[in-house]
């Protein structure tokens, strides 16, 4: 079964970047999945950060990181990257990153089967 093992976040200063990382762990491919991240602040619903698409060509951002966030990935790497820009302290949260495994190569997912450990961002001075 896939396992996704994430890396990165912690405490920044509002108007820092902070870089996810999310792979896959040894043995397994997410050349098979879109993937995404997805955000839990506290008191508040999960929601959807970003996707991207099996073949990274197509790409999806909730509006409350809009033009501020960059997924990436490398599928040579087995590797899923969300880059963070001008942080707010509305920020703040526990990111996941989640996987669908899907034959469609060209379009986000839609039901996110696989979910990484969660790492907490914290946004503050």
């Known amino acids: 079964q896939l396992m996704l093992v994430q890396s990165g976040g912690g405490l920044v200063q509002p108007g820092g970047s902070l870089r996810l990382t999310c792979a896959a762990s040894a043995g397994f491919t997410v050349d098979y999945y879109a993937m995404a991240w997805f955000r839990q602040a506290p008191g508040k619903e999960r929601e959807l950060v970003s996707c991207i698409s099996r073949d990274g060509g197509h790409t999806r951002y909730g509006d409350s990181m809009k033009g501020r966030v960059t997924i990436s990935r490398d599928n040579a790497k087995d590797t899923v990257y969300l880059q963070m820009n001008s942080l707010k302290s509305e920020d703040t949260g526990v990111y996941y990153c989640?996987?669908?495994?899907?034959?469609?190569?060209?379009?986000?997912?839609?039901?996110?089967?696989?979910w990484g450990q969660g790492t907490q961002v914290t946004v503050s001075s």
């Open positions: 989640a996987a669908d495994f899907t034959y469609d190569r060209a379009r986000c997912g839609d039901e996110y089967d696989y």
